[in-house]
């Protein structure tokens, strides 16, 4: 059974820079052929893609962010991470870790529980 | 890229079929057959129902299908229950290898 956990701090202050950890389980990413990603929801709000990372370290990820979206991945440790510079109160939201399937597929078949992340001075 | 556009709310009673309808543009929805949708209880992470417009995975119920239509996708659910209450999110692999969310759906069973 595959699991995903994120990990982080849970406040930041503006302009600091976001990171989160997602630990893998029950699936080895260097030997994947899936890719692996950050999604977030605002309070209330709905879904925002954010990047995909395949074990390699190849990316994707969401324009409209404009560069301060950084993926990277470990596969020492069986890890993927998010760094998301200068955030601002509208970065406040839960955090998803998820494994997107396959090669070409483009959805999301296994989550983590999300990790709330609060921007505030 | 804009998010592809759902209807706020719907409700049905137990037992009906209700239609959540998702419309993008030739980029995203009508380009590849890429569309899933996902349900999303509160508190909890999102739960593929769909994926690749009308293939279900394993575990979900034939109560829920898929469907398309130049641009815009549709999930139905069948034989309304109570625990379908929830709210409902399509997604589409948008051209420049991206993924959109639409803005959900809340679903009410009356």
């Known amino acids: 059974q595959v699991q995903l956990q994120e990990s982080g701090p849970g406040l930041l202050k503006p302009s600091e820079t976001l990171s989160l950890t997602c630990t893998v389980s029950?699936?080895?990413?260097?030997?994947?052929?899936?890719?692996w990603g950050w999604i977030r929801q605002p309070p209330g709000k709905g879904l925002e893609w954010l990047g995909i990372?395949?074990?390699?370290?190849?990316?994707?990820?969401n324009a409209s962010l404009k560069s301060r979206v950084t993926l990277s991945v470990d596969t020492s440790k069986n890890q993927f991470s998010l760094r998301l510079n200068s955030v601002t109160a509208a970065d406040t939201a839960v955090y998803y870790c998820?494994?997107?399937f396959g090669l070409g597929r483009w959805y999301l078949d296994v989550w983590g529980r999300g990790s709330l992340v609060t921007v505030s001075s | 890229q804009s998010a592809l556009t759902q209807p706020a709310s719907v409700s049905g009673s137990p037992g009906q079929s209700i239609t959540i309808s998702c419309t993008g543009t030739?980029?995203?929805?009508?380009?590849?057959?890429?569309v899933s949708w996902y349900q999303q209880d509160p508190g909890k992470a999102p739960k593929v129902l769909i994926y690749?417009?009308?293939k279900r995975p394993s575990g979900i119920s034939s109560r829920f299908s898929g469907s398309k239509s130049g641009n815009t996708a549709s999930l139905t659910i069948s034989g309304l229950q109570a625990e379908d209450e929830a709210e409902y999110y399509c997604?589409?692999?948008?051209?420049?290898?991206?993924?959109?969310f639409g803005g959900g759906t809340k679903l009410t069973v009356l």
């Open positions: 997604s589409s692999h948008s051209s420049g290898d991206a993924l959109l």
């Open positions: 690749e417009v009308s």
């Open positions: 030739s980029s995203d929805i009508g380009n590849l057959n890429l």
């Open positions: 029950g699936d080895l990413i260097s030997t994947s052929d899936h890719w």
């Open positions: 998820a494994r997107q």
């Open positions: 990372i395949f074990s390699r370290g190849q990316t994707h990820d």
